[in-house]
């Protein structure tokens, strides 16, 4: 790559300007993110799955009502994030055939079963609140279509946080069962949504170049902290009980200490190990077979248009 093409790039992202998708930028930039937009994109639409669980079980007609629109949120956020991807040329169709093959991440929280109805707040207060926390920061991202993708979705985000925890504040004013559920959800689900910030600065391959880029604004540890520091105090309105015996508040650090993750479970389930990873596959390669006859037809219109218009 031509160094002076690389330095002028360099000193464009470190004055804080965008890149757009006509302008020069070296190719590890363009794979990064690649990698980190289609692997968002994917966590969106598998993200789908856990929560499209409880849509014919939801207790009210409301609820039903605010599970159908976060979901169709979370739908309206993956296609905004494949079209991002397609701006650096990557096609939609690439990005899909790597997912179903197994090449492609998304986030190991959604490989996580959801066996109650406390899930679907606990994924709301919880994995929305940790997916905010992350993408806040991504609204500054160096990559302009990226950037102004976080937007919309942080915001519609927001709502969904609210919603998981007005859900859980319903429970745990219900009955003593009910507020068992609660914190038995709050108990399966707190390690996980740790991890989904990934593994701990020293050992994450790809912060530092990503942050000196400004992909990344901020790293995975200090987005982990920031989450902990803002829940446990929305655990403790709850009154529930964050299952971790070191949890303590550090008065000199200004932040709260937290127990070890377990991170032999966290490569497992990246690996592809995760409790409900076969199961969620199959559901994306299943949905793709079954509109196979969608793409045909809009395939089959679009010949017939092009026809009429050469007649
Ligand atoms: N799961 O070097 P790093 C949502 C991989 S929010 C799986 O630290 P990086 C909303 C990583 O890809 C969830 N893989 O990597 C919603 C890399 O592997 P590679 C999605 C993970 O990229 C809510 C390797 O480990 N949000 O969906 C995970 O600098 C409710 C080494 O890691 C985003 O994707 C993980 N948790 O930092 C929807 C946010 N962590 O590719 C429905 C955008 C790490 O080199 C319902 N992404 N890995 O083979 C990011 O901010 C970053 O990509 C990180 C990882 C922070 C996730």
Redesign the pocket.
């Given at each position: 790559e031509d160094p002076a093409k690389v330095a002028r790039f360099e000193e464009r992202v470190a004055a804080d300007e965008f890149i757009e998708p006509n302008d020069w930028m070296p190719e590890a930039y363009r794979k990064t993110l690649v990698?980190?937009i289609s692997?968002?994109a994917h966590?969106?639409i598998v993200?789908?799955l856990p929560?499209g669980n409880w849509l014919t079980r939801a207790p009210s007609l409301a609820r039903k009502a605010i599970l159908l629109a976060k979901i169709q949120d979370?739908a309206g956020?993956g296609l905004y994030l494949y079209c991002a991807a397609e701006t650096l040329g990557t096609s939609r169709q690439e990005m899909i055939e790597a997912l179903h093959s197994g090449k492609a991440?998304?986030?190991?929280?959604?490989n996580y079963p959801t066996l109650t109805w406390a899930d679907i707040g606990a994924?709301g207060w919880l994995?929305?609140g940790?997916?905010i926390m992350?993408?806040v920061p991504?609204q500054r991202t160096s990559y302009g279509p990226y950037a102004r993708a976080m937007v919309r979705i942080c915001k519609e985000?927001s709502f969904?946080q609210r919603q998981g925890f007005d859900l859980l504040l319903q429970l745990v004013n219900g009955t003593p069962e009910q507020k068992a559920m609660a914190q038995d959800a709050l108990g399966r689900w707190w390690w996980p949504s740790l991890?989904?910030?990934?593994?701990p600065d020293d050992q994450?391959?790809?912060?530092a170049r990503?942050m000196r880029w400004r992909i990344?604004r901020e790293t995975?540890d200090e987005l982990r902290q920031r989450f902990v520091d803002a829940t446990v105090p929305q655990a403790e309105l709850l009154g529930l009980k964050v299952p971790d015996p070191d949890l303590t508040w550090n008065e000199e650090r200004g932040h709260y200490d937290f127990g070890e993750i377990d991170w032999a479970e966290?490569y497992a389930?990246?690996r592809g190990d995760g409790p409900l990873a076969k199961e969620r596959l199959k559901a994306r390669r299943d949905a793709w077979d079954q509109g196979a006859w969608v793409r045909e037809a809009a395939d089959a219109y679009e010949a017939k248009q092009a026809q009429r218009s050469l007649a």
């Open positions: 990698r980190q692997q968002h966590s969106e993200g789908m929560e979370e956020h991440k998304y986030s190991t929280i959604f994924i994995v929305d940790a997916a992350n993408q991504l985000e969904h991890m989904m910030f990934g593994p994450s391959p790809n912060t990503s990344k995975n966290f389930v990246v």
